[in-house]
C-alpha cells in the first residue's frame, strides 16, 4: 500500500469538518458537537507535528460512534463515507510514520 501522506489526512480531516458544521447547523445534535471538537483537535496536532514524530489523531471508532447514535439514514451518507475515508487514512498515516 503507498505512504500515506499528511497533506491526504489534512484534506480529509477538513473535509469531515465542513460536513459537521454544516449538520449542526440543520441537527445540532450532541455528536456533531463532539466530533467538529476531535476532528479540530486532530487537525491541530497534525499542523503542529514535526517531522519524523507520530501524533495520535484520537479519531478511531468515529464512525462507530456515528453509527451508535442511529442520525444515519443510510449507509449512503456522505458523513459514514467521509469517515471510514478518515479512519483508514489516519490508520495508514500511523503506520507510514507520517510522511
Not at 9 to 30: A, F, G, K
Not at 91 to 99: E, P
Amino acid at each position: 500500500m503507498p505512504q500515506c501522506e499528511k497533506s491526504s489526512v489534512q484534506n480529509q480531516l477538513q473535509l469531515v469538518l465542513d460536513l459537521v458544521q454544516s449538520r449542526i447547523e440543520h441537527t445540532p445534535h450532541s455528536y456533531y458537537h463532539m466530533l467538529e471538537k476531535r476532528v479540530i483537535t486532530a487537525s491541530d496536532r497534525l499542523k503542529n507535528e514535526r517531522d519524523g514524530e507520530k501524533t495520535s489523531l484520537n479519531l478511531k471508532g468515529a464512525l462507530r460512534a456515528y453509527l451508535d447514535t442511529n442520525l444515519p439514514n443510510n449507509y449512503d451518507d456522505p458523513l459514514i463515507i467521509k469517515l471510514d475515508k478518515l479512519e483508514i487514512l489516519v490508520d495508514q498515516y500511523a503506520k507510514d510514520g507520517g510522511s
